[in-house]
């Protein structure tokens, strides 16, 4: 019998929240179980964080403590064996920087596997949907734009605090409204009307509530995209291209 081929060894970097994270472990380990058969399942690490304090630091702004806890965290996994860390949440993507400079693995960025994704489907102008965070700053638009040359169509203000609200208060406690579903979906339809071609589900906890078959254009499912990237790069070793323009 022919010996296993190496697996690269993921650092998952979650608990923000941990309702997501427990898909990513899923969504990995069935991924791992697809392609290689059998009762193979994905040799991963695992750091989670207290999502509590992470998220009082989002509301008081202060970033730096923030990006210097998960960039502790991220070094533990390095310590602990991993290859390569996996950052599951797009908001603290915004840290990615400061985590970068204590480590010496590199990050599998979740913007770059939705952006290949899109960009596979031929898909230009995407609407996102994610915190208020990851809408209104530029570390995670600026990214799709620059590197990837796509337009992106963002809700009104008070949408994307009503966005917002749903996820921290509902979405990361396991809460599945379906008025927060229809609500959604509303903004959705308008930004379709804007011209969106497609819908970035720019949050993990969004999973949770809207579907592709709740919807008639494409969606992009940060979680699903960054778990199947996570499977390819513990498979080949190689990270997603950035198609920068």
């Not at 990995?28 to 009762?39: A, H, P």
């Not at 915004?94 to 994704?117: G, Y």
């Not at 396991?174 to 959705?188: F, H, M, T």
Request: with cysteine; charged share 15%; aromatic share 6%.
């Amino acid at each position: 019998m022919s010996e296993p081929a190496k697996l690269y060894r993921p650092g998952l970097l979650g608990g923000m929240s941990w309702e997501s994270t427990a898909l990513y472990y899923r969504w990995i380990n069935e991924g791992v179980r697809q392609k290689l058969g059998g009762l193979h399942s994905a040799p991963l690490l695992m750091n989670s964080v207290d999502f509590a304090t992470i998220e009082a630091l989002q509301a008081s702004g202060n970033w730096d403590a923030a990006g210097d806890a998960l960039a502790t965290a991220a070094l533990e996994l390095e310590s602990a064996g991993a290859d390569f860390i996996v950052i599951c949440t797009n908001t603290m993507h915004k840290v990615t920087d400061a985590i970068e400079a204590r480590i010496s693995i590199p990050i599998l960025h979740i913007a770059d596997a939705t952006a290949v994704a899109i960009k596979a489907r031929n898909v230009q102008t995407v609407a996102l949907l994610g915190t208020g965070f990851t809408m209104s700053e530029t570390f995670y638009t600026g990214r799709l734009i620059s590197q990837f040359g796509l337009d992106v169509l963002l809700p009104t203000a008070p949408e994307q605090q009503e966005i917002h609200d749903i996820i921290y208060q509902e979405l990361c406690l396991g809460v599945i409204n379906a008025e927060s579903k229809q609500r959604y979906l509303d903004v959705i339809r308008s930004l379709s009307h804007q011209g969106a071609e497609g819908i970035i589900l720019g949050c993990t906890e969004i999973t949770l509530l809207v579907k592709q078959s709740d919807l008639t254009l494409p969606v992009f499912d940060t979680t699903a995209l960054h778990a199947a990237a996570t499977v390819n790069t513990m498979i080949s070793g190689e990270f997603v291209l950035t198609h920068a323009v």
